[in-house]
């Protein structure tokens, strides 16, 4: 959120620095908790928000897989799979 925020501010290198920051969070949790779905889907909102759907959806749907009605998760495949032309 924090890196979408400063994207629409025109800030693109904090926006840079916050998805990274992100994405070692998201990581390290999935790492130390692979049964998170949480961390999943927060692989996947930064994958795509870097213009990766691909690996987004992979871990979308690997957050999916943990828990099949996660909210979040579900709104986040549907933006994916618009991006991918898939909707």
């Known amino acids: 959120n924090i890196a979408m925020a400063q994207q629409r501010l025109g800030r693109a290198g904090e926006a840079q620095q916050a998805l990274a920051e992100a994405w070692r969070t998201f990581a390290t949790a999935a790492q130390e908790r692979p049964d998170d779905a949480g961390a999943w889907n927060g692989m996947g909102s930064v ?16 957050a999916l897989s943990l828990v099949p009605r996660y909210p979040a998760a579900l709104h986040d495949r549907e933006l994916v799979l618009a991006a991918l032309g898939r909707r």
């Open 47 to 62: 994958a795509l928000v870097r213009g990766q759907p691909k690996p987004a959806l992979r871990y979308i749907d690997k």
